[in-house]
């Protein structure tokens, strides 16, 4: 049974940080693409980071140069550093695990940037 577990949430003020954490099991993880995805209220879900079996990086340009993807295969686990957090970034948070035609998807982590 797949799964992916999403923790790291919380509630922060602008200009904070956060390090969201996916923990995978029932794959294979290290030849698994992960990402993280977000979807705010009334919007569609967007890519926001994603990492290769590689280690190669994308980013969207809304987060570009404030967060970090990375993984550790040894952990079955992927990470998004989240920096100078704003407003616009409050969402729910959802990490992506996908080989070839096969996909998964947590059951999400709300973050929520206010003063």
């Known amino acids: 049974q797949v799964q992916l577990v999403e923790s790291g949430g919380g509630l922060v003020q602008p200009g904070g940080s956060l390090r969201l954490s996916c923990a995978a099991s029932g794959i294979i993880f290290k030849f698994y693409a992960m990402s993280w995805y977000r979807q705010a209220p009334g919007k569609q879900r967007e890519l926001v980071a994603g990492?290769?079996?590689?280690?190669?990086?994308n980013y969207a340009d809304s987060v570009k140069g404030r967060f970090t993807i990375s993984r550790d295969n040894a952990k079955n686990t992927v990470y998004l550093q989240m920096n100078s957090l704003k407003p616009e970034d409050t969402a729910t948070y959802y990490c992506n695990g996908r080989l070839m035609a096969a996909g998964f998807w947590g059951q999400g982590t709300q973050v929520t940037v206010s003063s």
């Open positions: 990492i290769t079996s590689g280690g190669a990086t």
